[in-house]
């Protein structure tokens, strides 16, 4: 058992031991904590304190819960000299992300209107595993993709100028390099630019159901009943193969000896290899913000044909499953390090020249998503989480049961017709994936957005209710 001591309201503690160099620090509350205990995330959060350059803790987030390598909800800094990049610190998922629209639409235009809009965004937007879109490119075209993300499509006319003014990094990542990338990758990638793929993907129209903070919500554009579009997707085949590619590249370069476990598997960061896999890990970042925006482009057209006064603005698109070089205050001094997300969103606090001028004196909006039947949440960034998380805070509820329990233990036809008694229509390509992607085998989403409200990484703006699912 991995020993742990609360040290404060909401933050445990693995102390430094053994070939531990940092400790590790957990940000839960008594609830979340007892779940977290369940699998194997406290020995990962322990693990990930063993490798080389790893700057002040190990951390695991209040949505936590067991991955490859890393947990998922984990974060790590790692100094730019002695430290190492790991793709089991970023994910199979490169920049699986949430972009959230707002519309000038109300829950009352939406209601009565839910199949339609349901059936029709699930004709354009195509889901599910190993599932092609319907924007065809040649290679050179993905090449331009992979280099220059959402503002390569916006640039086409998929899209406008301020979808990427508002969204992390403007929707493009700089260092691509898709010389770096397989063509196994890029014949994975090219047919499937515009869909959201599997497992807990989706998009969903929802509801301004609560408003926590008026003066920060009117500057996101956020009001109560406004109706808002949230979709989460990632880099899709592309960006799976890319993280496969490394692992095997850097197994047969560096070997397991030193390893707490054989999933940590890593590159010092200004290696060759460390540095080829970033910049393979941007362009894969950038497919992400392409696929986000081709589908941002999709339902705009759609829910004009349904309403055709309707607007629709980005209000900000966020990645998770990322590593970034950053600057925070270490020891007093000013220091670049490389910051692993894993299952974890960027949240910073005012001031940061990062974050689109629109919203630099508030903080970075942050989103936590639900699960079909729970609710979303926007919060925004704070100071406090570039001393305590490395600028991170939790990128949704977390799972607390596995997809092959889900599956034996609930029927997804039973819960479609739940759901549909509570008004919110849901479809998917199977009852598989409902039964998947159930609200109950999430952790309380409400528990986790209290604790880092509480904790002050991220505090709440506004709470989101679902009307139309359309799944992954």
Known sequence: MTEIKKIAENVYEIPKEGKMNVPGRIF???????????????????????????????????????????????????????????????????????????????????????????NELYKVIPSGVGVGGKYNMSKRELDEVLEGGAQHLVKKGYGEE?????????????????????????????????????????????????????????????????????????????????????????EDEYGFKNLPDRELINAPIKSKLGQDYFKAMAAAM???????????????????EI???????????????????????????????????????????????EIPKIYRNIGQPVMIPGSMGTASYVLVGQKKAEEMTFGSSVHGAGRMKSRSKAIRELSGEKIQKDLKKAGIEVKAGSWKSIAEEAPEVYKDIDEVARVVDELGISKKVARLKPLVVVKG
Not at 163 to 188: F, L, Q, T, W, Y
Not at 312 to 337: F, P, Q, R
Request: with cysteine.
């Open 28 to 118: 839960a509350s008594e609830k979340l904590i007892e779940s977290i205990k369940e699998d194997k995330t406290l020995e990962q959060v322990k693990n990930v304190a063993m490798l080389p350059g790893i700057l002040k803790a190990s951390i695991a987030l209040a949505d936590a819960h067991q991955g490859y390598g890393f947990s998922i909800g984990g974060v790590a800094a790692f100094d730019l000299d002695k430290g190492i990049i790991c793709p089991g610190g970023i994910g199979y998922d490169i920049n699986c992300g949430v972009r959230l629209l707002k519309t000038n639409l109300t829950k009352k235009d939406i209601l009565g209107k839910q199949k339609e809009i349901m």
């Open 162 to 250: 301020a979808d990427c003014i508002n969204s992390e990094e403007e929707g493009c990542m700089k260092g691509a390099d898709p010389s770096k990338v397989s063509d196994r990758a890029k014949k994975r990638g090219i047919g499937q630019l515009g869909t959201l793929g599997s497992g807990n993907h989706f998009l969903e129209i929802q509801f301004v159901d609560e408003i926590y903070d008026k003066k920060k919500a009117k500057i996101f554009g956020l009001s109560k009943d406004q109706a808002v579009i949230m979709i989460h997707c990632g880099s899709r085949g592309l960006g799976h193969q890319i993280a496969s590619d490394y692992i095997k590249l850097m």
């Open 307 to 353: 309403f055709p006064k309707s607007k629709i603005e980005v209000l900000y698109d966020v990645c998770h499953n990322i590593a970034k070089i950053e600057k925070y205050k270490i020891d007093g001094k000013e220091k670049e390090v490389c910051v692993h997300r894993k299952g974890a969103t960027r949240a910073f606090g005012e001031g940061r020249k």
């Open 286 to 304: 950038n497919f992400a913000f392409a696929n986000r925006q081709l589908i941002t482009h999709w339902t705009r057209k759609k829910i004009s």
